[in-house]
């Protein structure tokens, strides 16, 4: 990965996010709405790869006319500063309103006695579930720890808390044992298969119209164990507001008997969940690179 | 231990739909991953689930792991120490 790629790390030095977090703890993060605003025009006209992966995304994906596309990249990069505050405000110790939407299927998944691999991607804000929500079981999530510590710690206390466990993404791709360890133990795993960093195996899927790639290995291994593996969202509805939606995708049963086709069987199921999801709050895409063209 | 090892290198075949490969085409003493083969971690999980599945072997640790897939000398010293069927 050369120096002008995106990093997919959160932005702001330690500093900046530690004085943020003190900031919130004294105000609401609404008094900051301004500030953000000038932010984001900074970062639109600064940071070039995440202003075309989001172009992209409007103009071709969303099929916008140019001032249109402009208009909506500017509300999409509004919509993902207001997550990101969201965010260090939980880190502050400020209380999210998360409301169940699909409440049967929750229930179906947390109680469900045996494994489950639950898949999310980088629409909404899905972290925001590790703060606010008890989990019922330990479930295990797959994150990237490129972030400063600032953010690593205040992300691993909270969700310690709720009874979310982190696995470190590694370089070698080691930790699709621990992967598997966490779902033969019969816990939940947790992964946003949306992103591929490295030079991993990847599989192709027609994503909102057009090619993507994404990282076979979550979707291997889910097929692989042969559990449940159900769709996740947590979209933004308002200041502090989230709304949960699960959906099946699969039973652990395919038609395929080989790994490699079952694989691009679920990740159909997902591409076609993630989009419907997309269609309901289009401006919570949060893939702030070339997306499609990586 | 001859056989076990031919037994293995059939099962990496077979776990990696590696259908224009032969057991005699797997060196005994060659990397599994990388310069050897060139399994990836994808791979290394299609690996851990078959020996899992036909010795009832867990691992219980990445080292324990990195060890054991080295060559298939060193996975069938493995199994022959670990299995437990």
Known sequence: ?294 | MEQLKQQLKQQIIDALNLEEMQPADIVDDAPLFGEGLGLDSIDSLELIMMLDKNYGIKFSDKAAAKQAFASVNALAQYVFDNRTK
């Open chain 1, 1 to 294: 990965m050369t120096d002008k790629q995106w990093t997919g790390r959160t932005g702001g030095t330690r500093r900046m996010q530690r004085i943020l977090i003190a900031i919130f703890r004294k105000i609401d993060p609404v008094w900051l709405y301004p500030l953000m605003a000038v932010w984001v025009v900074g970062y639109i006209l600064f940071r070039p790869i995440e202003r075309r992966g989001i172009w992209h995304y409007w103009r071709y994906r969303q099929g916008k006319q140019p001032l249109s596309a402009a208009w909506h990249l500017l509300c999409n990069y509004m919509e993902f500063g207001k997550a990101i505050l969201d965010r260090f405000a939980a880190w502050a110790g400020r209380p999210m309103q998360v409301v169940v939407r699909t409440k049967d299927l929750w229930q179906e998944m947390v109680e469900h006695p045996t494994a489950s691999v639950v898949l999310g991607a980088h629409i909404g804000n899905m972290e925001i579930a590790g703060y606010a929500i008890q989990m019922p079981k330990p479930v295990y999530t797959l994150v990237y720890m490129g972030d400063t510590d600032t953010v690593n710690t205040n992300r691993q206390t909270l969700f310690e808390r709720k009874g979310l466990h982190i696995i470190p993404i590694e370089k070698d791709g080691s930790h699709i044992l621990t992967m598997h360890q966490v779902v033969d133990e019969g816990n939940i795993l947790s992964v946003q298969p949306d992103r591929v960093l490295g030079g991993i195996r990847t599989l192709t899927a027609d994503f909102m119209g057009e090619d993507a790639r994404f990282p076979e290995g979550t979707f291997r291994l889910a097929v692989a164990e042969q559990v449940p593996v159900i769709a996740l969202y947590i979209m933004r509805e308002g200041h502090g507001q989230y709304a949960v939606y699960v959906y099946p995708l699969s039973d652990g049963q395919y038609t395929s008997d080989n790994h490699h086709e079952q694989a691009k069987e679920l990740l159909q199921s997902y591409v076609r969940q993630t989009e419907q999801m997309l269609r309901l709050y289009p401006h919570q895409w949060f893939n702030f690179y070339p997306f499609w063209q990586q």
